[in-house]
């Protein structure tokens, strides 16, 4: 049963289908070992963005505050898709990289472990 | 008309006794329909799969008459408002420690009394869909105690809304602001279940097994920050809380006796109810450990003697109806060291939608952090926080510009780290009709995944405002220069740069300063050394 209802066969509607967002996708995003940003960060993104805007400028932008940003070599970063790491095609969209509406993309810096070492 | 009167006297009725006064009122009033069937006058008692075979089984726990009841509440009622007089005459206002206590009040009156004021809908809804008199009365009763409570805090917390900032529409911010979505929610999915649901959730897991986490620590917070206005309203509440407890008690056990197909059901709830709880409490454990000035005791503290102690023995008691532990119990245990810093860091990142303040712990403050988290906070935490201070003392305060992502069914931004690993967020997802659902816990996720049907409609603040939900009608997404953290905040009503924003130069504290004379907040001690 998916949910106990007084009434039979009860269903709900569901709040955020992508249709809601005017031609846009959620995509999640979280840097792995910097918690400063207390949380991953959602944005509304344009399904064709290519994936490598993320690396170039939608992600710098994002953590522009941290001290850590500077000095990430994108060229050893690693990604992950719903925790499963894999290996992007940075020409290809958000979408076509399996990233559809409410997906969450992880990317972890190799030698970068936050303000002193503390994940922040 | 001497006469007239004895005669009266002579043929009055016997005064019944208390006793039989209540039998009169409950039971007596549980009459038998003649032309409806009971199951259709109570149509929603039973859908929960909850069996009652006695509804005379059920015992009150507190049998009071509504003239006992009156007598007692009225006098509650005139000691609670000539004390909130003498406080306002006397400025009481400027006796807490220093402006930052506020906050608390705050954090309490938006987020806390509506949930009040949304128990006694809850329970006047529950109360209606019992068949059996007993559960109607106490539920009745109860409602009646929750108006009251509401009531007394609006009108306690009225008068700092005439010295400080961000008090002033609580009831329009509950509904809106992102962080009230919260507690908001919380009670929508109690009252929105069936009445067994709700009772169990509210009257027991919430009342009764979680209230010395919530309610208690604001009021002692209260008392140690020379609060006396908030004091009084706990008080004041307080003897109504402990018949709550012990109505609370009574529930399950009345459901656990009836029937054991009820047990399995109870057990769920119990664990779905605790968690839902648990998450809740997550404000009051930033509240205990960084927003009173004078600290009553840590939250790790306040966890270990109310919930691992007394809650331990609550279960222990528990176990001869075959009910154990809740759920997931350990991972809070386990969260006890990191809880509060990873939600004070939290506001600290979106104080600029919120209606209260924050900020930087004092050096003396971080020191009793370091002390009460030995484990923790010097590794984890301090480091930020330093971070942040530095680069408030080069004006460059660090605020988060960009929207969380939100559990899907505690509604909490994604802050949880791994049971085991405090530098890992804890991620959990399942689909769903298609689609991808994020969970802050495996407590949070199995919710969700036992009723799906209930959660998809979930009013999450961050994807509500991507889609357009919170700005005000004459707002225009499409006109240039289009500010939307502004048009949020408009929708939320918060006075900008009064309400919200760092602690450090708000108004308040200006306010606090000029008025009292007295320090907005601890003076650090490198600023005492550099003045001699």
């Keep these: 049963m998916s949910v106990i209802a007084a009434v039979p066969d009860y269903r709900g509607e569901m709040l955020d289908r992508q249709e809601k967002f005017h031609g846009k996708q959620l995509l999640y995003i979280g840097w792995e070992d910097h918690l400063m940003y207390c949380a991953p960060l959602c944005i509304p993104v344009d399904p064709q963005t290519p994936f490598g805007a993320l690396p170039k400028e939608i992600i710098p932008n994002l953590y522009a505050e941290h001290p850590d940003v500077g000095l990430i070599d994108w060229d050893k970063v690693q990604w992950f898709r719903s925790g499963q790491p894999f290996d992007p095609d940075f020409a290809a969209s958000v979408l076509d990289n399996g990233l559809g509406h409410k997906a969450i993309v992880r990317f972890r810096t190799p030698g970068l472990a936050g303000i002193q070492g503390s994940c922040s | 008309m001497t006469t007239n009167k004895s005669s009266n006297i002579a043929k009055a009725p016997r005064k019944l006794s208390l006793k039989e006064n209540y039998a009169l009122m409950t039971r007596d009033l549980g009459w038998q329909p003649s032309y409806q069937s009971v199951d259709k006058i109570f149509p929603h008692d039973h859908f929960e799969g909850i069996k009652i075979h006695n509804w005379e089984g059920w015992e009150d726990p507190f049998r009071l008459t509504m003239d006992a009841y009156w007598k007692y509440q009225g006098e509650k009622e005139r000691k609670l408002y000539a004390i909130i007089d003498a406080f306002q005459q006397n400025n009481g206002q400027f006796n807490v420690t220093d402006a930052r206590y506020i906050n608390t009040l705050k954090l309490f009156l938006t987020g806390v009394s509506p949930l009040e004021y949304a128990a006694h809908r809850g329970f006047a809804i529950a109360g209606r869909a019992f068949r059996g008199v007993g559960p109607r009365v106490a539920c009745q009763m109860q409602a009646i105690d929750e108006l009251r409570h509401v009531q007394t805090q609006i009108h306690t917390i009225s008068h700092y809304n005439k010295f400080f900032n961000g008090l002033h529409d609580f009831k329009h911010m509950h509904d809106r602001v992102w962080y009230l979505s919260v507690p908001k929610s919380y009670f929508d999915d109690a009252m929105s279940a069936g009445p067994f649901e709700f009772i169990t959730a509210i009257s027991f897991s919430f009342e009764y097994v979680l209230t010395n986490l919530l309610f208690m620590p604001f009021m002692s917070g209260a008392a140690f920050n020379g609060d006396m206005a908030t004091v009084t309203f706990g008080f004041s509440a307080q003897s109504d809380e402990s018949r709550h407890m012990t109505l609370g008690l009574e529930v399950v056990k009345f459901i656990l006796e009836q029937d054991p197909d009820n047990v399995p059901i109870v057990q769920k709830w119990l664990d779905k109810w605790f968690w839902r709880g648990y998450r809740l409490l997550t404000l009051v454990a930033m509240m205990m450990d960084y927003m009173l000035p004078k600290r009553v005791m840590s939250w790790a503290e306040a966890w270990e003697i109310y919930f691992e102690q007394n809650g331990g023995s609550l279960f222990r008691d528990l176990e001869r109806y075959g009910i154990r532990m809740p759920k997931y119990h350990e991972v809070a245990t386990k969260e006890k060291n990191r809880l509060s810093h990873e939600a004070w860091a939290t506001f600290y990142n979106y104080t600029a939608a919120t209606d209260f303040h924050t900020w930087v712990p004092s050096s003396q403050e971080m020191n009793w952090l370091s002390e009460k988290y030995p484990e923790t906070f010097d590794r984890y935490y301090r480091p930020r926080f330093e971070f942040w201070r530095e680069r408030q003392q080069q004006g460059k305060r660090f605020y988060n510009p960009?929207?969380?992502?939100?559990?899907?069914?505690?509604?909490?931004?994604?802050?949880?780290?791994?049971?085991?690993?405090?530098?890992?967020?804890?991620?959990?997802?399942?689909?769903?009709?298609?689609?991808?659902?994020?969970?802050?816990?495996?407590?949070?996720?199995?919710?969700?995944?036992?009723?799906?049907?209930?959660?998809?409609?979930?009013?999450?603040?961050?994807?509500?405002?991507?889609?357009?939900?919170?700005?005000?009608?004459?707002?225009?997404?499409?006109?240039?220069?289009?500010?939307?953290?502004?048009?949020?905040?408009?929708?939320?009503?918060?006075?900008?740069?009064?309400?919200?924003?760092?602690?450090?130069?708000?108004?308040?504290?200006?306010n606090w300063e000029q008025w009292t004379g007295r320090p907005g907040a601890p003076v650090e001690e490198e600023e005492v050394g550099k003045a001699a």
């Design chain 2, 402 to 510: 960009t929207l969380p992502m939100l559990c899907q069914t505690c509604q909490i931004p994604m802050i949880f780290t791994e049971p085991d690993d405090p530098t890992k967020i804890c991620y959990r997802e399942t689909e769903y009709r298609g689609e991808k659902f994020h969970f802050c816990s495996d407590g949070c996720k199995d919710i969700f995944c036992d009723e799906p049907e209930k959660y998809v409609q979930a009013w999450l603040p961050v994807h509500q405002i991507y889609q357009g939900n919170c700005f005000l009608p004459d707002a225009d997404p499409t006109a240039p220069g289009f500010n939307p953290l502004a048009e949020v905040l408009r929708y939320y009503n918060l006075n900008v740069g009064h309400d919200n924003g760092d602690y450090a130069d708000s108004p308040d504290r200006r």
